[in-house]
């Protein structure tokens, strides 16, 4: 089963809304925000240099300033994924939420950006099950590690320090995020891109309108095996909480200040579908709280099972991110089904094409020919195809970015009798194909002379 929402905020009680509202799926955004350009990146500056005796509302205000700083075409882009629940997930959702993400990253990496790809994991995944995946994170971050645990307490100590967590009875310590509520209902409203797809967007709004909504509990009754709260012996922290750090963590929060400034904050955090409300409130008010900028975007991925056909057995890395991939919308999820035609026809025609013309390369064969009808049309529609894809990748529509690229290698491997493409052509048209599918199929591109 894919993770829910009593696995963010377990205290089972009718006040947690971490619980008590239904993911509602919506679709992708229509609008495109095409390929960036390139920023060279900075060198990591000192710590930030915070003013003393700052106003709640100041502290705000420059938090929220400072986010508008990340944006994906700043050339630094630092991505995050959530920890893997301890127990009952279904590996084909974690494939999905996994690959996904290192796809948006290739596809950074490819423009140009300087990338930071964090998972985060509550359980130990070996190198060898990120590898049977394609999956290439620059840092994995283990909730259990004590590294992170520092972290963890320092943020609540910073917390309870700030005045956003306060014990109430019967509750334990509860984060204060009626304090931050209209300063995050602001930022909302003015920044369309912070939740993705949008349809999840108009859920928060209304959760924010809200003057007596519920507020989450950050620890739990002790002896539920947790980490115990600082200057609290009765309490542990709740999971949800040191999930949310795991953020932190993964950009060097507290352990590597340099690496923390240069990164901070998030260009995307992928999170899924039914923790929504905890990430779209409760972590702004914890970083208002702190004074860290937000991030640029929060996109809920939905969740996939495993329908019938399904099998990873003996799929290669490259086949089964496209499987994984092409099996349900990255945005809405659902039963995962295997797509039409099938990717292993498809590579089959993509291969047999860029052997048939690697002589080109060498200058070997009969002179160019000047373009056919058909040829014309197949060159267009190939050399239009990177910048959808980047699009479609930007907006996390692998399906239908995919769906693109098969289409041109169908057209490829379809030629009517006497139009059937010239090698420089066919050699041209495989080129761009590769380097479209590199982000997706990095092994399949370097073989198709798309580069790894």
């Not at 009718?14 to 679709?27: F, K, N």
């Not at 014990?167 to 984060?175: C, F, I, Q, S, T």
């Not at 972590?283 to 996109?299: F, G, I, Q, S, T």
């Not at 910048?387 to 930007?394: H, M, N, T």
Request: charged residues 20%; glycine residues 10%; hydrophobic residues 40%.
């Amino acid at each position: 089963m894919a993770p829910t929402a009593t696995w963010w905020c377990p205290c089972a009680t009718s006040r947690c809304w971490g619980a008590s509202r239904a993911p509602r799926r919506g679709s992708p955004r229509a609008s495109a925000r095409g390929r960036r350009g390139r920023r060279a990146a900075q060198p990591p500056a000192h710590g930030r240099k915070q003013g003393q005796g700052q106003s709640q509302s100041q502290g705000q205000s420059q938090s929220l300033s400072r986010s508008r700083e990340s944006d994906v075409g700043t050339g630094l882009v630092y991505i995050t994924t959530p920890p893997r629940p301890p127990a009952g997930e279904d590996g084909l959702d974690r494939a999905f939420e996994l690959v996904g993400a290192d796809v948006f990253a290739r596809y950074q990496r490819s423009c140009g950006c300087e990338v930071r790809l964090a998972v985060a994991s509550s359980r130990p995944e070996t190198p060898q099950e990120l590898a049977a995946l394609g999956v290439d994170p620059d840092i994995v971050t283990r909730t259990g590690d004590a590294q992170h645990e520092r972290s963890v307490k320092a943020v609540f100590l910073k917390l309870l320090r700030q005045e956003a967590v306060e014990k109430r009875a019967g509750e334990g310590y509860v984060l204060r995020v009626g304090r931050y509520r209209q300063a995050l209902l602001e930022h909302v409203q003015a920044h369309s891109e912070f939740i993705h797809p949008a349809a999840r967007r108009d859920e928060v709004l209304a959760l924010l309108r809200e003057a007596d909504a519920a507020e989450p509990c950050l620890t739990v009754p002790s002896g539920s095996g947790g980490l115990a709260a600082p200057n609290a012996p009765d309490c542990e922290l709740a999971p949800w909480f040191g999930a949310l750090t795991s953020y932190l963590s993964g950009a060097g929060y507290l352990d590597d200040p340099l690496a923390f400034d240069h990164w901070w904050p998030p260009a995307v955090q992928i999170v899924a579908s039914d923790s929504l409300l905890v990430h779209a409130v409760a972590w702004p008010a914890m970083l208002m709280a702190l004074d860290l900028p937000l991030p640029r975007r929060l996109v809920l991925r939905g969740a996939v099972s495993g329908g019938p056909g399904w099998s990873a057995a003996g799929l290669s890395p490259d086949a089964l991110r496209l499987a994984v991939l092409t099996g349900a919308d990255y945005l809405v999820g659902g039963e995962w089904s295997p797509s039409s035609p099938t990717w292993e026809g498809l590579v089959g025609v993509l291969m047999a094409m860029a052997g048939s013309v690697g002589w080109v390369d060498q200058g070997v064969g009969p002179a160019p020919q000047p373009l056919g009808a058909a040829e014309r049309r197949l060159v267009r529609r190939a050399s239009a195809l990177a910048e959808e894809v980047g699009r479609l990748i930007e907006e996390f529509d692998f399906r239908a970015a995919l769906s693109r690229v098969a289409e041109v290698v169908a057209l490829l491997g379809a030629a009517a009798p006497g139009e059937t493409p010239g090698p420089e052509v066919v050699a041209q048209v495989v080129r761009l194909l590769a380097l479209s599918l590199q982000p997706f199929a990095p092994g399949l591109a370097a073989m198709a002379g798309g580069g790894g």
